[in-house]
């Protein structure tokens, strides 16, 4: 069982930055794939971004890529999400998501466990 506690969130302005937590604990976290995804209301569950358990390969949706970035820390068994100059069509509810693979997913169904997420708020 793996356990993710987002931090970070909160409301800022457009063109503002936040760095998004994920802290893992209950299994090796090296072991893990790593994702971001993000829901705003009335919406689907889109992916963000994702990483390997190394760190060394990641990938980003088309609507942050040059905004965001994503990174481990595994002796710290925790990721971020660096979001920088951020829009309003970013404010939702951000979680964190991790399999145990080698390599991140696109698809939320492909992650096997989840945090509770983190409120982002972005005003114009």
């Known amino acids: 069982q793996v356990h993710l506690v987002e931090s970070g969130g909160g409301l800022v302005q457009a063109g503002g930055s936040l760095r998004l937590s994920c802290a893992a604990s209950?299994?090796?976290?090296?072991?893990?794939?790593m994702g971001w995804f993000r829901q705003a209301p009335g919406k689907q569950r889109e992916f963000v971004a994702g990483i390997t358990r190394s760190g060394g390969s990641t990938s980003y949706a088309d609507s942050v890529k040059g905004r965001f970035t994503i990174s481990r820390d595994n002796a710290e068994n925790t990721m971020y999400l660096q979001m920088n100059s951020l829009k309003p069509e970013d404010t939702a509810v951000y979680y964190c998501?991790?399999?145990?693979?080698?390599?991140?997913?696109?698809?939320?169904?492909?992650?096997?466990?989840w945090g509770q997420g983190t409120q982002v708020t972005v005003s114009s």
């Open positions: 998501a991790a399999r145990p693979m080698l390599y991140y997913s696109n698809s939320a169904i492909e992650y096997n466990y």
């Open positions: 209950g299994r090796t976290f090296s072991n893990l794939a």
